[in-house]
């Protein structure tokens, strides 16, 4: 079982990876978009989280403040994607706070995961 809890924490982190990287590789290129790839690595991260959150195979109680507080910062950058992809269509680009609000809430979100014990 724990096993199983390694493998769904690897698929987590994967979906945070996905959509830092494409978000990172979006600032660097100066284009600040919202692309689809942001989108899956969102729903990847959340819906491994979300199995994570789940008392299955561990021995020891769950944080749930911690897990809470990851909840909400993530349909917050879900939002922000949301909003953001609908003014790039819009108006062919995304506000620089909403593109920048999305990097710095994914980055807090997986400095909370690992610093808050």
Request: hydrophobic share 60%; charged share 10%.
């Amino acid at each position: 079982m724990e096993f199983l809890r390694h493998l769904v924490l690897l698929v987590h982190l994967t979906g945070f990876a996905i959509l830092f990287g494409a978000w990172v590789v979006e600032a660097v290129n100066g284009k600040r978009q919202i692309t689809r790839l942001m989108n899956w690595g969102l729903a990847i991260a959340g819906l491994a989280g979300l199995a994570l959150a789940a008392p299955w195979g561990i021995e020891y109680d769950l944080n749930y403040v911690k897990i809470g507080t990851k909840l909400v910062i993530l349909v917050v950058i879900g939002a922000l994607l949301g909003i953001g992809a609908g003014r790039q269509r819009k108006s062919g680009s995304v506000p620089p706070a909403i593109f920048w609000s999305i990097g710095v809430l994914t980055f807090a979100n997986a400095a909370i995961a690992v610093l808050w014990r």
